[in-house]
């Protein structure tokens, strides 16, 4: 039966995936429920969109956006190709295994932009409010739209929610930071490392963001990068000019004092301490209430609000896998919808949900997490007709990037990798990662190299 | 009649307001409405709290704050001075007319922490979403609460809205910004000169921001400070260091390009361009939709929302008066709740509003402001009890302020004001205001100016 609507909110890979699955069936002849996506930003992609702004946007709503300028892919392209539209389909070449923002955009927008996808968004319109009618087992979702300064109501048999979770900074307070003579911001505010060169950077987080942020403003001429740990540090073999420190436990100052007994002046602090998921839009009942894991709870086969079963999240996982994960669980989600996927009842979701917690509660290492979210996609992937690859290999390539980084976080990018999907053996880039400060499109693409003297090996280490 | 419910959004300066107004009538032994307050940050006094944050606050939500470190009332205290409470019954002493955030914070605090306001308060608290229910008369309020990340409903005849209009940054694109080299902040998010010190500022916008932000960053080391202006400067007398340029046509690298056809390069961009009236819990047809003016269009009185009745505003004027024109709306509020003040029907409310309207447009200069603003406390206060008080000195005192200002932007701070309300006469402060970089309550209060040396006289011009 197509006889109902859904809702999407966000534009993002995750709503696009959505409208991808729904497309694909359509072009098979069949019927599709009718379908609108509505996008708080200007423009579709994202997390991938990169906007100037900082804290709120031109309408005043929290920025979606924490993309910086310089910001190359952290991972292999190969390990986030979709399946039904590779890379070379793309752009007509190889390329190599790191691009840049503006080509992984560019790539998303590929797929999608053969399609009719744009018809069903409504841009610059932000979900305010959603109540969910048990007498009609709808959703009514009140929207903003933002350029009008006019809401409106729609009513939804189904809602599916893609809105991302690397948008809510999450920013602990540190004794005197209130103090501090100069930039305090969140990696979630960090637009690139222009403002930070000759600087000394104090970076508070051990994840990603602390990771690149650290290591682009290095490469683009800060004075020196700490970053400060919580549990465990990021371990990798830093160069001289990138360091490690336990935790700050307070400042007086410019002066951080750090666990370990020792202080460090600095001219400017980056809290890379993560992102919160945040449902301002939905009642408390249909929030899903998780910090960032593999297997949020309550998300039965990690898409099915176990409270609610017409209310879907997309991508809400911690991520190894990005786009061919959001792919599958989008597939799986509209055949959900579309009635060839039956789930079983409530009691038994519960002991699906918990085996999978179970799973993951028992990996330790990254090789681990990567296993357990390849384990993940296989088992979605069962379920439809989303165009199976090989996994394994997948899996492979994660690990060996796990060890690449561990080897030399300087030049990881200039590794290259082959695709799963079609084969294709990614080109080395025509300038090494630390040599090249342009991340335009047309940089990337062009064939030249940076002039040859630059070019000259440098040992950072 | 009491036997209705009012709920108060806000308690800055304006809910705070509202809670005086009925704490006042039950002093009386009169009889009050149940009443509830809620406020998104964790303590109240609204634009006087200050946070080290920017962008959002720990939950995620838009910060309401726009307050800095070393922020002077920029006005004399002897013009927003209650007229229930002076600054002399707060602090025992004369003081001087031009203190500094935490000392006004106090004051404030003073006067409601002497009732159980606090009682009414639920702090950590945003309102989500808000229908009007036709048939109960009633608005149903969905609040966030967001320490417990647990939302709940309450339904209130009358609601009060107090959320100020200071909080959503206005900031327009300009070509190139978005690769500028440096620090590009709104305002609201400016939380001191420190890490602008040595710095080359550009500062768009020609209004208190600018002017606020450009003297602070001037006096605490800042290289040099531009203000370009769209349509008029600011035109004060300015030292050497800070000076005013048209506005910016666009920028590339870190140059700006003006209209006169100058140029100039800088290491930041603050863009003092102003903010947005925003309500993203009220559907558009109870939204107060106005930029910032002295009589907003839609508000009887400036107080009652014309297509509601039963939803009221305070606060939302473009202010010269302050904390007592709060006072004097609240108090109009209350007794328009308790049903003392009749108000005629719509037809005659739009012509009064209309009134108003034109009243505003035919006034050019500040002191013709001023006036138009004295004309609408007198009217409002004509209605109430709230304790009268001579506006036309306080008029002339702002028109002396404007003159101040003009002779010198440096030192206008050091002169001293006579209250209206109680007669005392303001005292010098200890140290010159160019000359006092700690801007505590404590060293406020202190007797000692700092070492004579640093007193030896310095022209600025």
Redesign the interface.
Known sequence: MTNFKVGIIGAGPSGLAMLRAFESEQKKGNPIPEIKCYEKQDNWGGMWN?T?????G??????HGSMY?YLWSNGPKECLEFADYTFTEHFGQPISSYPPREVLFDYIQGRIKKSNARDFIKFNTVA??VDYLEDKQQFRV?F?DLQK???FEEYFDYLVVGTGHFS??N?P?FKG??????????A??F??A??FVNQKLLLIGSSYSAEDIGVQCFKHGSDSVTISYRSNPIGTKWPEGIKEKPLVTHLEGNTAFFKDGTTEDFD?VILCTGY?H?F?FL??NL?L?TKNRLYPDNLYKGVVFNENERLLFLGMQDQYYTFNMFDTQAWFARDYMLGRIQIPEKSLRDLDIQKWMTYEDSTITGPDHVDFQTDYIKDLISYTDYPSFNLDKVADMFKSWLNDKEINILNYRDQVYTSVMDGTQAETHHTPWMKEMDDSLERYLTEEPIDEKELDKVNYY
């Not at 100037?52 to 709120?56: A, D, I, L, P």
């Not at 930071?177 to 969140?186: C, E, K, Q, S």
């Open positions: 990169y100037w702004r900082t804290g709120v031109k309408y005043g709503e929290p920025l300028k305010r409010w009140v903003d300064n006019e809401t809510t900074p920013m307070y930071i209130d103090n501090f003579p100069g930039a305090v911001m969140h979630h505010d637009r690139g222009d403002q400017a919160q945040k301002p009642p408390d929030r209430k």
